[in-house]
């Protein structure tokens, strides 16, 4: 009886860690699918590739599948999507094309308004007994 107990808890246990080594490898996977990584079949594939090369390569599945964010892709960024930092470039080149627009512009001077410009007086004689 006690035999068959031993043997019971021999096969669990191996059951066990088959199975666990299995979901352990899956891991990375599950990361990429749920930070929606662009390479997931090559990291699932990569992680059964894995249990055959005495788990040399789960480590860099690890790293690989923890570098993707959807929300900054493989760059890292203060937070901000990539689509908000496309929108914040193209509200930059816009100022800029507005500005080199104000700066290409013809310049002209103001146009004061045209005073009439005396006549030159001629110089003042003195009369004749007026004098010094």
């Known amino acids: 009886m006690l035999?068959?107990?031993a043997l019971g808890i021999l096969i669990f246990?191996?059951?066990v860690l088959f199975y666990g080594i299995i979901?352990?490898?899956d891991i990375p996977y599950e990361i990429a699918v749920h930070r929606n990584h662009p390479h997931q079949d090559a990291i699932h594939a990569?992680?059964?590739?894995?249990l055959f090369t005495l788990h040399a390569l789960w480590p860099f599945l690890w790293i690989w599948a923890m570098l993707y964010r959807e929300d900054r892709g493989w760059g890292f960024s203060d937070g901000k999507s990539p689509r908000n930092?496309?929108?914040h470039?193209?509200?930059q080149i816009a100022e800029l094309q507005q500005r080199?627009?104000?700066?290409e512009a013809p310049r002209t001077l103001p146009q004061a308004s045209p005073e009439p410009v005396p006549a030159p007086q001629p110089p003042s004689t003195p009369a004749p007994g007026e004098g010094i």
């Open 3 to 5: 035999d068959y107990f």
């Open 13 to 15: 246990v191996g059951l």
């Open 23 to 25: 979901v352990m490898h």
């Open 46 to 50: 990569t992680g059964w590739v894995s």
């Open 85 to 87: 930092h496309v929108q």
């Open 89 to 91: 470039l193209e509200q």
């Open 100 to 103: 080199l627009e104000r700066l």
